[in-house]
Every structure is written in structure tokens, then in C-alpha cells.
């Protein structure tokens, strides 16, 4: 079965652009969360979509923002885009258990210049 | 709040030397335990897992059990191949319907032949 796929694999916006990431889950999968890498501040949990409801919510500031749809595909976005925001965007999903593995995918690549 | 402490790198091994790569953790309850392992230019992939007190994980020839009374889920293996060169990380995931992982910051692993 196909794994967790995100779109695009890699791209590089502008100071003050906007960027939305998608990513399409495991199928049968029905929990997304995201999570953004950088060098600086390792892996950090952005937010969690579950049944197209945000379930939780990291420590970021609202220009970052999510959706999940009826089919479980997910779309993040980030407006007014900074060069701190440059890093690797991580989509994951799972089934949703309480001892549910969680699966991810390549990640987007975003650089911003 | 829950957080994962984990061994800095990065560590330099020869082939087939003995590897371990410590992680404790801070968590109420009983959380699911997880070592994933990045390879450059790619997301994360599960190594293992581990759900209860006592569980024993296994993968690939890697090997981390719970420990709850010393809060501990240390990685080893008995002997490393080159192609075990790759970040590695200990995350943790809450009890109950919460799909948010809280990572360690990563032990970056050279294996030399």
C-alpha cells in the first residue's frame, strides 16, 4: 500500500509569499499531523487534523495553518513567509489508536529567499 | 510537559563495533516509545517501537526496551554496518487519541569501514 505522500518535494518562495504543502495519507488513515524540521530547532510538532477537525496544536504562530478533508487528504499554509520558516515540512499519519504507529513522509522542502 | 532527552552526536563507529545511542524521557503515564531513523535527503522512517513498560523492540538488528522505572528507551545494536550511517531519533507519543510525537534532537551516526 502507498505510503504518505507530499507535494511538492521541494520549492522556494520569496519573503512575504505565501506556500500551501499537501500531503495524502496512508490510505485508510484518518489522522495527519505536520511537523517542520529545521537545523536549529530539531522536529517540532505543528498541528494534528483528525476527521477534519484540528485535534492539536503545536507552538507556532498563526500564519501557519492547516485543513484536512473529507478524504483525509491534508494542505498546510504559511503566509507572509520569512526566512525563518525555510525548512523541511514532515506530514504523518495513522490510523488513529491509542498505540497507533505513526507514518511519515519525504517532507517538502521549503527555502526562502 | 512531555520531552525526550537523547544522546548528543554525533558518534563515529568502526563497522561491526557495538552501538548504543541513550534516550530518557519525561512523560505522564505510560507513552508509546518510538526510534525513527532519517537518511539524508529523506523523511523519517519507524526503526521500532515500544507501548508498555517492559516491551522489547526489534528491527533490523536494533534493539530498545521500556524501561519505566529508569524512564529510559536506549537503541543498540550489536554490530553496525556502514549502511547504518543515519540520524536517529527517540520520540514519544502521549497516552490515549493524541497523535503528537515529541522528539529528541537527533544522534547523527557515521559508521566508517
Known amino acids: 500500500k502507498a505510503g504518505v505522500t507530499q507535494t511538492p518535494r521541494y520549492l522556494i518562495k520569496t519573503r512575504g509569499q505565501q506556500v500551501t504543502l499537501s500531503c495524502s495519507p496512508i490510505?485508510?488513515?484518518?489522522?495527519v499531523s505536520w511537523y517542520q524540521q529545521t537545523p536549529g530547532q530539531g522536529l517540532q510538532f505543528l498541528f494534528e487534523?483528525?476527521?477534519?477537525?484540528?485535534?492539536n496544536k503545536g507552538n507556532f504562530p498563526g500564519r501557519f495553518s492547516g485543513r484536512q478533508f473529507s478524504n483525509s487528504r491534508s494542505e498546510m499554509n504559511v503566509s507572509t513567509l520569512e526566512l525563518g520558516d525555510s525548512a523541511l515540512y514532515l506530514c504523518?499519519?495513522?490510523?488513529?489508536?491509542?498505540?497507533?504507529?505513526?507514518?511519515f513522509g519525504e517532507g517538502s522542502w521549503l527555502t526562502v529567499v | 510537559g512531555d520531552s525526550v532527552t537523547q544522546m548528543e552526536g554525533p558518534v563515529t563507529l568502526s563497522e561491526e563495533a557495538f552501538l548504543t545511542i541513550n534516550c530518557t524521557y519525561t512523560?505522564?503515564?505510560?507513552?508509546?516509545l518510538f526510534w525513527y531513523v532519517q537518511y539524508p535527503g529523506e523523511g523519517l522512517q519507524l526503526l521500532l517501537k515500544?507501548?508498555?513498560?517492559?516491551d522489547k523492540g526489534s528491527n533490523k538488528g536494533f534493539e530498545a526496551t521500556y524501561r519505566k522505572e529508569t524512564t529510559s528507551f536506549h537503541l543498540e545494536k550489536g554490530s553496525v554496518q556502514v549502511s547504518d550511517s543515519a540520524v536517529y531519533f527517540c520520540?514519544?507519543?502521549?497516552?490515549?487519541?493524541?497523535?503528537?510525537?515529541?522528539f529528541g534532537t537527533g544522534t547523527r551516526l557515521t559508521i566508517i569501514p
Open positions: 487534523y483528525f476527521s477534519e477537525t484540528q485535534r
Open positions: 512523560a505522564t503515564g505510560y507513552p508509546s
Open positions: 515500544a507501548t508498555k513498560a517492559d
Open positions: 504523518a499519519s495513522s490510523f488513529q489508536g491509542e498505540v497507533d504507529t505513526i507514518y
Open positions: 520520540a514519544l507519543k502521549p497516552q490515549g487519541l493524541n497523535e503528537k510525537l515529541t
Open positions: 490510505s485508510g488513515h484518518r489522522s
